[in-house]
T-cell receptor, first 113, second 115 residues
């Protein structure tokens, strides 16, 4: 079945460091891919998305590129801030059938000043 | 626009008791999801509704969990009887439709502690 695999956390970085959080997926067909973020004490919210191969999603300095050949959707940011500390979830949505929405286990990011 | 409303925010019960959670999605959103998020894990889909019909409930423990979405708007999720392992945050989310590129809008969640 469909699944999403994320790198384990926590990831601890100093402010202004480069961030990569790896995400790979298994899916039939051509899913849409998403990154959601959960800030402390808040609900999940969309960070960015990509709907087809080679699409790049971007928001708030974060980027991720839909790589069909490697079934990956890695999240990157060139310079993290303390305010980026949160849990990041990779997700996919089937584009046929039941359109099931599946989440990874989440990666906690801690950014130190 | 108003967000996804959930209640109660917190609930503590003894094992074998029952509990119900309520969700009011964003107006006009046809698709409604209930997820279970155990501490340190990602959200696990329990049930997905399209209007008032069930699209997917393959991971819903049907011997103890039930859910309904009357009139295609509000939804309730019930657990009876509760087990210790049901301690989790129950997240409700909605989307405009179930098409693949749709974005989910989540509520704040209902945190359940089973003692």
């Amino acid at each position: 079945g469909n699944s999403v695999t994320q790198m384990e956390g926590p990831v601890t970085l100093s402010e202004e460091a480069f961030l990569t959080i790896n995400c790979t997926y298994t899916a039939t067909g051509y899913p849409s891919l998403f990154w959601y973020v959960q800030y402390p004490g808040e609900g999940l919210q969309l960070l960015l998305k990509a709907t087809k191969a080679d699409d790049k999603g971007s928001n708030k300095g974060f980027e991720a590129t839909y790589r069909k050949e490697t079934t990956s959707f890695h999240l990157e940011k060139g310079s993290v801030q303390v305010s980026d500390s949160a849990v990041y979830f990779c997700a996919l949505s089937q584009t046929s059938g039941t359109y099931k929405y599946i989440f990874g286990t989440g990666t906690r990011l801690k950014v130190l000043a | 626009e108003a967000g996804v409303a959930q209640s109660p925010r917190y609930k503590i019960i003894e094992k074998r008791q029952s509990v119900a959670f309520w969700c009011n999605p964003i107006s006009g959103h046809a698709t409604l999801y209930w997820y279970q998020q155990i501490l340190g894990q990602g959200p696990k889909l329990l049930i997905q509704f399209q209007n008032n019909g069930v699209v997917d409930d393959s991971q819903l423990p049907k011997d103890r969990f039930s859910a309904e979405r009357l009139k295609g708007v509000d939804s309730t999720l019930k657990i009876q009887p509760a087990k210790l392992e049901d301690s989790a945050v129950y997240l409700c989310a909605s989307s405009l439709d179930r098409a693949g590129a749709n974005v989910l809008t989540f509520g704040a969640g209902s945190r359940l502690t089973v003692l």
